[in-house]
């Protein structure tokens, strides 16, 4: 692994590392509320989708894929 690949791949993970940290502080203000808990899932999941389609964007404009 090179160093554009090994940057892009820790700043991936930085990513979902604060998107988890996110969720968590939401599922806490939620507090057991479903509509909360429902809401902070779906962000989560579309910061997901988003930080995997952004990753693949950087590998494929670094000449990675």
Do not use: P
């Not at 791949?9 to 429902?38: F, P, R, W």
């Amino acid at each position: 692994m090179d160093k554009t690949e090994k940057a892009i791949e820790s700043a991936y993970q930085a990513h979902v590392s604060s998107l988890y940290k996110i969720l968590t502080e939401a599922l806490m203000v939620a507090n057991g509320d479903e509509t909360g808990i429902s809401a902070a899932e779906a962000r989560f999941k579309k910061g997901l989708d988003f930080a995997s389609y952004v990753r693949e964007k950087a590998r494929a404009a670094a000449g990675l894929n």
